[in-house]
Antibody, heavy 122, light 109 residues
Framework: QVQLQQTGPGLVRPSQTLSLTCAIS??????????WNWIRQAPSRGPEWLGR?????????GYAESVKGRISISPDTSKNQFSLQLNSVTPEDTAVYYC????????????WGQGTLVTVSS | QTVVTQEPSLTVSPGGTVTLTCASS?????????PNWFQQKPGQAPRALIY???NKHSWTPARFSGSLLGGKAALTLSGVQPEDEADYYC?????????FGGGTKLTVL
């Protein structure tokens, strides 16, 4: 049973960088049979997929158009984790952020981090 | 910008049947979009119900079913229970990126 444990600050100043990390247990970030994703949900809004990283002979990445240019997701094989960086944040980036595993073939299941409420405020 | 559209709200009586749909701005939704459905209750993370259009997870109640219907992905609840009142989101895959629908607020009344 995979478990995802998120860490990172709950308050970020405007124009600064939001950084979160997701530690994986019960699976490997380098597996060929899953992708590792970040999803966020702003207050009273629906979820928004932000991006993913995965390994298929090499590291691959995908990002949502809405945040492309500001986002970076990176794996850390030595610590079996992956991280999210979102640059130049504004109050509109205030949301609960989740790390989530998707199994190969488009199977989203119950492997979610606990969620981190990140507030962007001065 | 790809847009995934769901009914904003639906109301169903207990014991009734309701179908929620998920449409893509790019055209007909097919199995290639790998439709997934999630249920979300207040204060909780979304919970996966359906993957690959119609496949259920081990925890998905039998009254939930997924399909492709008239160019859309669909989630049908048969014999609705009061505990099914929740927000429902579809998720579609577009060559390298996933996009959530705006969600349907289902009221059981």
């Amino acid at each position: 049973q995979v478990q995802l444990q998120q860490t990172g600050p709950g308050l970020v100043r405007p124009s600064q960088t939001l950084s979160l990390t997701c530690a994986i247990s019960g699976d490997s970030v380098s597996t060929n049979s899953a992708t590792w994703n970040w999803i966020r949900q702003a207050p009273s809004r629906g979820p928004e997929w932000l991006g993913r990283t995965f390994y298929r002979s090499k590291w691959l990445y995908g990002y949502a158009e809405s945040v492309k240019g500001r986002i970076s997701i990176s794996p850390d094989t030595s610590k079996n984790q992956f991280s999210l960086q979102l640059n130049s944040v504004t109050p509109e980036d205030t949301a609960v952020y989740y790390c989530v595993r998707e199994l190969h073939g488009g199977k989203w299941e119950d492997s979610w981090g606990q969620g981190t409420l990140v507030t962007v405020s001065s | 910008q790809t847009v995934v559209t769901q009914e904003p709200s639906l109301t169903v009586s207990p014991g009734g049947t309701v179908t929620l749909t998920c449409a893509s701005s790019t055209g007909a939704v097919t199995s290639g979009y790998s439709p997934n459905w999630f249920q979300q209750k207040p204060g909780q993370a979304p919970r996966a119900l359906i993957y690959s259009s119609s496949n259920k997870h081990s925890w998905t109640p039998a009254r939930f079913s997924g399909s492709l219907l008239g160019g859309k992905a669909a989630l049908t609840l048969s014999g609705v229970q009061p505990e099914d009142e929740a927000d429902y989101y579809c998720l579609l895959y577009y060559t390298g990126a996933w996009v959530f629908g705006g969600g349907t607020k289902l009221t059981v009344l």
